[in-house]
Each structure stands twice: as C-alpha cells, then as structure tokens.
C-alpha cells in the first residue's frame, strides 16, 4: 500500500476544500483568531495588509517568518503566505516553514519581470492571481493549483475584481462554443497551453478552482463575486480595516455561504459599522496598480 | 416528496422501495459540495441536490452527506441557522449521514483538545490534522472488503484520525498501520479521505444502499 504525499490531487484537493467559504488576511495571532471565530476557512499570514503597502510605498517582501509562525501556531485553519512574483527563494523559505499554500502574489513587488515561479518544482500547492483567462492558463500550467482574480487589491473598490471574474468566465463560455478546428488558434492568441484550452472547450471551467479576491468589503460584494462564479472570497484589507472587524468577518462569511438569500444578506449588513475607505481605481496612476503586476 | 413518504403511500399498495429513488441532500455550508453533487448524479436511483436550510433537511431527505471543508467553518455555520438540530432531529428518526473528513468530525462525540462545535451521532473521538500540515497530505491504495475486491484510491488532505470508537461502531477499512479511516454506526458512515475527488464511485453507492435499508427499516416499522 504505497503513500504519495504532495500528489496534484492533494494539492487541487486542498483548495476544493476551501470552496464555498472566506479566506481572510491577518497580521497577527489575535486577528488570526478573530478570523477563525468568525468562520474563516483559512487565514493569509502578512506582515502589512495590502491598503497599509500601497500606503506605505516602498518594497513589498515576504512576511517575518516570525509573524507566520506565530499565526500558524494560533489557528487549527490552514495558514496561507505570500511570496513576490517570481522570487523562488522566498517560496522555498516558506515551504520550509510549511505553511499551507503559497500566493505568489502581485500585491507584493515582484522580484522578476519576465519569468514567475516554476511551481511543479514544489511540494506545497500554490494560488496565482489572473486579469483574464491567458494569464490564469499560463499560471495553471506552471503549476498553481487554484486561481484568484485579481481585483485591486487594498482598494476596497470591487470594480476591477468584477472586471476580471467577467473577463475570465465569459472568454470561458466564448471558447464552450467554438469548434474544435478553432482552438489552436485560440490557444495561440491566448498564450494560453493548447491542452487547457481543449480541456475549458470540454468543461467549460478552469481545471483548479477559481476564487476572487482584490476589493471585497462588504456581505454584497461577497455575494456578488459568488454569483458571478467565484468558488471562495479572499478578504484582504476589507475586515481589518474597518470598524468592528468581528462582525464584519461574520457577515461575510455567512453571506458567502448564503449567497442566494437576499433577506438574510440584508440583515447581515445591518450595523456593521464604517466599511475600509475605498478608493476610486481611476484616479490612481497606472504604475499604482497592483494588477499589472505579472504577465 | 422524499423517500420515506412515498414508501408509507406504497405500504398501502404494492410498490417496492428498492426499486424508488432515494433522496440525498448535500449539505452545502461549505466545502467541496459540488463534486459530491456530481458524484450523486451519476448513481441511479438517487434524487440529489445542496442544501443549506433545516427545513430543507427537516423535509427532503432521506440521506445526508457532510463534505470535507474546515469543521470549523461547517460547525460554527450549523448552529448559526439551527443546521445541526435538525440533522441530529431528522437522524434520531431514520436519515442516513454520510461524513467525509470535516463531516466524519462533526460527527464525532470526542474531538480532542477542541470544543468546536458539533454533532456528536456517532461513538467516536477523532484528532484534527492528525497526519500533519498540508505538506503531509497524502494518497494512498485501500482495501475496503465491503466494497469488493479492487482498493480504493484514497486522498487524504490535512485528514483527521479516528483515534477511539465505541462497541456500536463498526470498522469498514483501516491503513496499514491500522488506523481506521471508514466506520460506520447504524445509519451513519464516516471517512476520512475524500472518495469525491477520484472517479471511483463505489463509496458513495455504499451510502446509497445506507440510505435506502434505513428508507426501508422505516416502511417497516
């Protein structure tokens, strides 16, 4: 009876576990429990929270692997860490850590422009953030074993996380109807793995799951991302940042769940408080936006 | 109209259950519900579908599966919305409860070092992430005699351990260190790998048969 450990199936198995749920940022070990509390199904483990790096400015590294260590000891929940786009070195060092999953993320800078991380190389699974479906493609074929759209991350403004679920599903329902003869060509233009394409052609889905992240503040925004064909929500600076995290986590999570129950997100939203003070993607500079990190 | 009320209608007349539709719910808190969805539609005579209300286990089902997802999250969403009594309601009268990973520790009487909720139908104590942290999960080949000859292929992820159960509960498959992963007491039946993930469908049908002696043990009485 011979035992596989880090098979592609435990690794997509892990995010398909997740589904269905929110997985919410933290910074130390009593948001990590608050976020646990209110029902998160996994915590990502930072040093700063993207609306505090894009404040900040400056370069965005991988956490204190102190800061990590103390949030995977606080939570019985996996525990997620962010790496920079390409920077191998930081994912081996969390690897070594073990830590749950990797975000080789765009919401920190990235330490390679031409080339991100060979991520079969690994025993850890990874998610990558995607605008639309070439980007998502590319990134399952280097190995990442679930996608997020991007959205604006630390905005909390969910338009551009609208844009890209869009982008991404309605490319998907485009290449559903085309013939076959046709998706050479399509994989071509894309720049996209043509065995993936055949494969969307036939399923109509990504082959990992697709969750959304990038701008989610409030139950609403939850249950929007979810119905346009979100699998999960990733919360980021939407819960610390405002005025009664706890609750606020709450009624995400529920809304998230319940994300068809219009009369129970209205309850949900009532009293929460001040969401995070968003921002308006279109006064912000082109060389501000996180999302065009990456290829 | 479920199972059980077609099979009281039937007892009047001549129909036999065995050959009706039984009706499975998924119960779709959070977790993988989908691909167990997918699994239950390509069974024959299993009427499947989500739920996430008490009304809707209260009324509907006949058998429920609890996927795999965090217990945590699952837990803390059954209380919240009444979830967790009426599964336990509906279970003292005849419902089959199909646990996998998350759903084999809400079942769960003992779950050591955590007072998390839930829902305590079967006589077990299990151990969260007992094999470890992601980069332990792992898949391995099972021999579960009840299913025939051919093993299972069994993909455990960040699995919980049965580390005790009761007289009542019976140990259907075990590791080769002998740690059981599938048991089952009376109507209810827990693993702690992930069938769902595979294409081999014959887990699922056990539960299938589960629910449908349980339908039938109701007619009965």
């Known amino acids: 009876?011979?035992?596989?450990?880090?098979?592609?199936?435990?690794?997509?198995?892990?995010?398909?576990?997740?589904?269905?749920?929110?997985?919410?940022?933290?910074?130390?070990?009593?948001?990590?429990?608050?976020?646990?509390?209110?029902?998160?199904?996994?915590?990502?483990?930072?040093?700063?929270?993207?609306?505090?790096?894009?404040?900040?400015?400056?370069?965005?590294?991988?956490?204190?692997?102190?800061?990590?260590?103390?949030?995977m000891g606080a939570v019985s929940i996996p525990v997620m860490a962010k790496a920079r786009i390409g920077h191998f070195a930081e994912a081996q060092v969390l690897e070594a850590l073990g830590v749950d999953y990797i975000d080789e993320s765009e919401v920190l800078t990235p330490a390679d422009e031409s080339f991100h991380i060979d991520k079969h190389q690994f025993k850890v699974p990874f998610v990558c953030g995607c605008r639309d479906l070439g980007e998502a493609l590319r990134r399952i074929g280097e190995g990442a074993a679930m996608m997020r759209t991007k959205g604006e991350a630390g905005s909390g403004n969910i338009v551009e996380a609208v844009r890209h679920m869009r982008t991404v599903t309605s490319h998907m329902r485009k290449i559903q109807g085309m013939r076959e003869d046709e998706l050479m060509a399509e994989a071509k233009s894309l720049g996209a793995p043509y065995e993936l394409v055949v494969e969307i052609h036939r399923t109509g889905k990504l082959p990992v799951p697709n969750f959304s992240a990038g701008g989610i503040a409030t139950p609403a925004d939850a249950s929007l991302m979810m119905q346009l064909g979100a699998e999960t929500v990733f919360v980021g600076s939407g819960i610390f940042k405002s005025e009664n995290p706890a609750a606020r986590a709450k009624a995400?999570?529920?809304?998230?769940t319940h994300f068809m129950d219009f009369k129970l997100i209205?309850?949900?939203?009532?009293?929460?408080?001040?969401?995070?003070?968003?921002?308006?993607?279109?006064?912000?500079?082109?060389?501000?936006?996180m999302a065009n990190r990456g290829w | 109209?479920?199972?059980?009320?077609?099979?009281?209608?039937?007892?009047?007349?001549?129909?036999?259950?065995?050959?009706?539709?039984?009706?499975?719910?998924?119960?779709?808190?959070?977790?993988?519900?989908?691909?167990?969805?997918?699994?239950?539609?390509?069974i024959d005579g299993v009427n499947a579908k989500i739920v996430r209300t008490a009304q809707e286990i209260s009324e509907w089902c006949d058998g429920l599966v609890i996927p795999g997802g965090e217990s945590t999250t699952v837990g803390k969403l059954m209380a919240r919305y009444g979830v967790d009594t009426a599964i336990i309601e509906r279970a003292a009268k005849g419902m089959a409860v199909f646990g996998t990973c998350t759903g084999m520790i809400l079942l769960a009487s003992e779950i050591e070092g955590s007072d998390q909720h839930r829902l305590g139908l079967m006589d077990t104590t299990v151990r969260r992430n007992a094999y470890g942290r992601q980069l332990d999960s792992f898949e391995a080949d099972l021999d579960v005699p009840c299913l025939g000859g051919k093993t299972v292929r069994a993909v455990f992820i960040r699995a919980p351990q049965i580390t005790a159960v009761g007289s009542k509960v019976e140990v259907l498959a075990t590791l080769e260190s002998g740690e059981a992963v599938m048991i089952r007491q009376?109507?209810?039946?827990?693993?702690s790998f992930h069938p769902e993930l595979t294409d081999d469908t014959r887990v699922h049908k056990y539960f299938v048969e589960v629910t449908r002696e349980a339908a039938v043990g109701l007619m009965a009485r």
Request: net charge negative; charged share 25%.
């Open chain 1, 1 to 71: 009876m011979e035992q596989q450990k880090s098979t592609w199936r435990t690794k997509v198995g892990l995010a398909e576990m997740l589904k269905g749920g929110v997985i919410m940022d933290v910074t130390n070990a009593e948001q990590a429990k608050i976020a646990e509390d209110a029902g998160a199904v996994a915590v990502m483990a930072l040093e700063r929270v993207p609306s505090d790096i894009r404040r900040d400015g400056g370069v965005a590294r991988m956490s204190d692997p102190l800061v990590i260590q103390e949030i």
């Open chain 2, 186 to 191: 009376g109507n209810c039946l827990a693993i």
């Open chain 1, 266 to 289: 209205a309850e949900l939203s009532k009293g929460l408080g001040k969401a995070m003070e968003g921002l308006d993607i279109r006064q912000l500079d082109e060389k501000d936006l």
């Open chain 2, 1 to 42: 109209m479920n199972a059980v009320a077609t099979a009281k209608l039937q007892n009047q007349g001549q129909g036999k259950l065995s050959t009706e539709h039984v009706c499975i719910g998924v119960l779709g808190l959070q977790g993988d519900y989908q691909k167990h969805l997918e699994m239950l539609h390509s």
């Open chain 1, 252 to 256: 995400i999570v529920d809304a998230t």
